[in-house]
């Protein structure tokens, strides 16, 4: 476990940046305590000061997960966000999709969301944008690259993918092994 | 009343006449030495012993007051040069320093010798002294002084040589002409071997050779290579701060270690400082993003011009609706 070089803390940014923007200010600084980011088996976990120390103790072999993971780097030094993100995507996502429910399953399943199954998309959307992607309950669903904009996506055919999935909900039992 | 106000303010404005003569003009007992081309100026005048003991804000005052001073003599002696226009008209005034007087001592230690050639181990063992040679020979066929070697050298063009005789030894069926050029050719080659063997010694023998920090041809290892890259990198003058990298260079400088332990933040530190490095981190990172977005503003473009049509079809629509229908009714 070890705090995150600059590269990689530039890295992590840049991701969730496309995701909250400026808000991810929120989650270094916030109100009611310190939290920060730790990197262990290059995963990123975001957690309190206190649970830092109390994870301190434990053997670097022993310790499997601590906090919030966000995701990990690969090989190659990219970072990958993953689904344990959501909870700290949603509040303060900037660009919000809402799904029918008739396509929900589909996308808890890991497909993308298709123009037929898209109920509301925030305005001003541009395309590639990261967005969040939730229920017409307001329930977040997961979060995906918008493949168009809010203009084309007034224009496109129904069978056109508009939101292209990346992390949902559904990976909590499809890859329970693979999250940590 | 008036009167005293005005002796007031010319008092006033000779008061501050003379303040700005003061902190020109500066009292020394024995006068400085100059050596302008170096900007140097040498103050013999002994300090005042009193205020420079111990540390403390009255001895940093009084030493900025001496450096304050000493600088406004030198800076009094450098406008009196000659000056002229750098640039033309609109340049800036530049003036012409004298040639430096006081010697700087040696920053590094000077080069080794090299250590001596093959032959000139052998010229000192046999006690064989260096013969200076005359530039000009006699040439007795064109009765004049000619170079020795060279453009029109005594002896005559090699190239246009139309006779070469057959040595009595020598096979009569060999090529003579190709004979000498090949002998040339051979010993141009053992010259150049020997110059690199010595060149190869004595770049082996010095441990920090100045002379020839790379091996001369060939043989140069990878680290060799690197080593001399990075020496020459940091020998700028701002110490290679502004070097433009080269293609497959890695953006930050390699560890002192060579790459072999990184190094990171300590677990748990200055947690405070690391939360204000990554919001500093946030705010760069911010502000590089463009003010206009342009897809956005195409975005914005495109909508107005949908609400536009959209709004003169409904218009039209609501026109020719009434019109459409009365026409529609007149028709029938």
């Known amino acids: 476990m070890r705090p995150l070089t600059e590269a990689e803390t530039r890295a992590v940014f840049e991701k969730l940046q496309r995701y909250i923007g400026e808000n991810i200010q929120l989650l270094v600084d916030r109100p009611d305590g310190t939290y920060c980011f730790r990197l262990h088996r290059d995963r990123v976990y975001y957690l309190s000061e206190k649970l830092l120390k109390v994870a301190a103790c434990v053997p670097r072999e022993s310790l499997t997960a601590?906090?919030?993971?966000?995701?990990?780097?690969?090989?190659?030094?990219?970072?990958?966000?993953?689904?344990?993100?959501?909870?700290?995507?949603?509040?303060?996502?900037?660009?919000?999709?809402?799904?029918?429910?008739?396509s929900e399953q589909s996308f808890l399943y890991g497909n993308h969301v298709l123009k037929s199954g898209l109920g509301r998309i925030t305005e001003n959307t541009a395309q590639y944008q990261g967005v969040v992607v939730y229920s017409m309950a307001d329930v977040p669903l997961g979060f995906g690259v918008a493949a168009k904009s809010t203009q084309e996506c007034r224009k496109v055919d129904p069978m056109a993918i508009v939101v292209f999935h990346q992390a949902d909900v559904g990976e909590y039992v499809r890859s329970e092994d693979a999250l940590t | 009343m008036a009167a005293m106000r005005v002796e007031e303010m010319l008092a006033a404005?000779?008061?501050?006449?003379?303040?700005?003569?003061?902190?020109?003009?500066?009292?020394?007992?024995?006068?400085?030495?100059?050596?302008?081309?170096?900007?140097?100026?040498?103050?013999?005048?002994?300090?005042p012993a009193a205020g420079l003991r111990g540390a403390g804000p009255r001895r940093e005052a009084l030493l900025r007051a001496l450096a304050r001073d000493n600088t406004q003599l030198l800076v009094a002696r450098l406008w009196e040069l000659p000056a002229e226009r750098a640039g033309g008209a609109g340049g800036p005034l530049v003036a012409r320093l004298p040639e430096p007087a006081f010697r700087l001592p040696r920053e590094k230690p000077p080069p080794r010798p090299r250590p001596p050639t093959r032959w000139e181990?052998?010229?000192?063992?046999?006690?064989?002294?260096?013969?200076?040679?005359?530039?000009?020979?006699?040439?007795?066929?064109?009765?004049?002084?000619?170079?020795?070697?060279?453009?029109?050298?005594?002896?005559?063009?090699?190239?246009?040589?139309?006779?070469?005789?057959?040595?009595?030894?020598?096979?009569?069926?060999?090529?003579?002409?190709?004979?000498?050029?090949?002998?040339?050719?051979?010993?141009?080659?053992?010259?150049?071997?020997?110059?690199?063997?010595?060149?190869?010694?004595?770049?082996?023998?010095?441990?920090?050779?100045?002379?020839?920090?790379?091996?001369?041809?060939?043989?140069?290892?990878?680290?060799?290579?690197?080593?001399?890259?990075?020496?020459?990198?940091?020998?700028?003058?701002?110490?290679?701060?502004?070097?433009?990298?080269?293609?497959?260079?890695?953006?930050?400088?390699?560890?002192?270690?060579?790459?072999?332990?990184?190094?990171?933040?300590?677990?748990?530190?200055?947690?405070?400082?690391?939360?204000?490095?990554?919001?500093?981190?946030?705010?760069?990172?911010?502000?590089?993003?463009?003010?206009?977005?342009?897809?956005?503003?195409?975005?914005?473009?495109?909508?107005?011009?949908?609400?536009?049509?959209?709004?003169?079809?409904?218009?039209?629509?609501?026109?020719?609706?009434?019109?459409?229908?009365?026409?529609?009714?007149?028709?029938?």
């Open chain 1, 66 to 102: 601590l906090g919030t993971c966000f995701g990990k780097f690969t090989k190659t030094q990219k970072f990958r966000l993953s689904v344990t993100a959501l909870d700290f995507l949603a509040p303060y996502a900037k660009y919000k999709v809402w799904v029918k429910p008739g």
């Open chain 2, 13 to 47: 404005a000779e008061e501050q006449e003379a303040e700005k003569r003061r902190s020109i003009t500066v009292e020394k007992e024995l006068e400085l030495e100059f050596d302008l081309g170096n900007l140097l100026a040498l103050d013999r005048n002994p300090p």
């Open chain 2, 121 to 332: 181990q052998f010229a000192r063992l046999k006690g064989i002294r260096r013969r200076k040679r005359t530039s000009l020979v006699w040439d007795e066929q064109a009765k004049e002084w000619r170079r020795r070697w060279g453009y029109r050298r005594a002896g005559g063009d090699p190239a246009r040589a139309w006779l070469a005789e057959v040595p009595e030894n020598a096979d009569p069926e060999e090529d003579q002409f190709a004979r000498l050029r090949r002998e040339k050719r051979e010993r141009v080659a053992r010259n150049e071997l020997n110059r690199l063997r010595n060149l190869a010694r004595a770049h082996r023998a010095g441990t920090a050779v100045p002379a020839a920090p790379l091996h001369p041809t060939g043989h140069q290892s990878r680290e060799e290579l690197g080593r001399v890259a990075r020496v020459a990198r940091v020998s700028t003058a701002s110490l290679g701060r502004f070097q433009p990298r080269l293609p497959k260079e890695p953006a930050e400088p390699p560890s002192r270690s060579g790459g072999k332990k990184r190094r990171f933040e300590p677990l748990l530190g200055n947690l405070a400082a690391e939360r204000s490095r990554q919001l500093d981190l946030l705010r760069d990172m911010g502000s590089k993003k463009p003010v206009l977005d342009i897809t956005r503003a195409v975005n914005k473009q495109l909508r107005q011009e949908e609400a536009e049509a959209a709004a003169a079809k409904g218009k039209k629509q609501s026109q020719r609706g009434k019109r459409g229908r009365r026409q529609q009714r007149a028709g029938r």
